[in-house]
């Protein structure tokens, strides 16, 4: 299990192989960050695997995962989308989609058959796939006077955040990278040390006043 703030995903796309009775199942399993990122990597696999029978896939998109697909693509009913999406699910893995191609071998196998077919093509990839935890982050931009802008960037070098823009005028825009599960203490962090600022508490009166001045940018 993932720990708190983080998720699991693959660090790069591997293929793994399964045969039965004359059958060859061929999972592509890779990293998106986006379902159009899915159905162009679906187009280019279709494209170098044109004599192929099926092309049945499963994918998992969100920090927990909540955004999925699965596809038998002709294939008797949930005997190969579901199976393939199972294992990304059991191996708690998103921004990912599995795409299993068939190359028909003569016999059928059977629903159990295909079930255990598109199950283990999909083993055979997780298998040899590099799975790390990736830390989820959120984007900050905080528009703040020119004067009160040096504790920010204090703070942005003493807990190692990325600094994404900076320019600096009367007032300087700042875009900060932060795990995700630190935004709230980071912006209260600043609020509380501004209330020992006079010339802070001139231009945000209140902390409502001050967090309009930030805005909360949803990354991956």
Known sequence: MAQEGTYKTIQSPVEGEFKDRGSKFI???FPIKSVDAFNEKLGEIKI???KCRHYCYAYRLG???ETKRMNDDGEPSNTAGKPILGQLEKNE???VGCVVVRYFGGI????SGLINAYKCATIEAIDVAEIIEKVITTQVKITIPYNLSF???DLVKKYHYVLLGYHAAEEVDMTIELPKIYREAFTNEIWEHFLDLSEARAVFKTQETFLKNIEIIETV
């Open 93 to 95: 893995i998103t921004y």
């Open 108 to 111: 059928l196998l059977g629903t």
């Open 63 to 65: 920090n927990l995962g």
């Open 48 to 50: 170098f695997h044109p």
């Open 27 to 29: 999972a592509f399993l």
């Open 151 to 153: 504790y920010i960037m």
